[in-house]
T-cell receptor, first 111, second 115 residues
Framework: QKEVEQDPGPLSVPEGAIVSLNCTYS??????FMWYRQYSRKGPELLMY????GNKEDGRFTAQVDKSSKYISLFIRDSQPSDSATYLCAPRRAAGNKLTFGGGTRVLVKP | DTGVSQDPRHKITKRGQNVTFRCDPISEHNRLYWYRQTLGQGPEFLTYFQNEAQLEKSRLLSDRFSAERPKGSFSTLEIQRTEQGDSAMYLCASSPPFRSGDEAFFGQGTRLTVV
């Protein structure tokens, strides 16, 4: 079993809908949680970065971390066709430590 | 452009040849990481430098792979005697000194095809 799991999708939603993405992990030592967006044949782009449990909001994006259940969520409000991409969750154990990526969830936002 | 720069963007090589990739991190970022990503998968960690010191290597990094960061600035990743299984996207990321934050920023990657 992989340390970080994501549903590969694709997750298809109409424009304007809320996109809900989830990620589970098995390593209780993870303390830092990042979400990356990756367009086809491009490098990952950092979206959100949270430390420990709780919520963090940045514009249309909200990240939630529940360390007790080892569950990470990313919500995208008012989704746009430009949000169509693969979303990768990437926790890490400590500051500066390597990232452990999930396999990513492919999202398609249809106009 | 002040982001992480990788060169070349694409490389096609014949099996058995050696290849070398370069990564230029964001200025003043003293931490540098290499990852490998195959189609449909998330990136997998290969190795980590803090300044010029290579502090961690994955067991994925076989003896055919070597990485350097001689002056603590740019880094190179060399693959010797390439195999078809080495075909992947090789990604470089950099992070600032701990006191300045902990985000990791990625380059656009080098796509390697071994034929």
């Amino acid at each position: 079993q992989k340390e970080v799991e994501q549903d590969p999708g694709p997750l298809s939603v109409p424009e304007g809908a809320i996109v809900s993405l989830n990620c589970t992990y098995s390593n209780s030592a993870f303390q830092y949680f990042m979400w990356y967006r990756q367009y086809s044949r491009k490098g990952p782009e950092l979206l959100m970065y949270t430390y420990s449990s709780g919520n963090k909001e940045d514009g249309r994006f909200t990240a939630q971390v529940d360390k007790s259940s080892k569950y990470i969520s990313l919500f995208i409000r008012d989704s746009q066709p430009s949000d169509s991409a693969t979303y990768l969750c990437a926790p890490r154990r400590a500051a500066g430590n390597k990232l452990t990526f999930g396999g990513g969830t492919r999202v398609l936002v249809k106009p | 452009d002040t982001g992480v720069s990788q060169d070349p963007r694409h490389k096609i090589t014949k099996r058995g040849q050696n290849v070398t990739f370069r990564c230029d991190p964001i200025s003043e970022h003293n931490r540098l990481y290499w990852y490998r990503q195959t189609l449909g998968q998330g990136p997998e960690f290969l190795t980590y430098f803090q300044n010029e010191a290579q502090l961690e290597k994955s067991r994925l990094l076989s003896d055919r792979f070597s990485a350097e960061r001689p002056k603590g600035s740019f880094s190179t990743l060399e693959i010797q005697r390439t195999e078809q299984g080495d075909s992947a996207m090789y990604l470089c990321a950099s992070s600032p000194p701990f006191r300045s934050g902990d985000e990791a920023f990625f380059g656009q990657g080098t796509r390697l095809t071994v034929v």
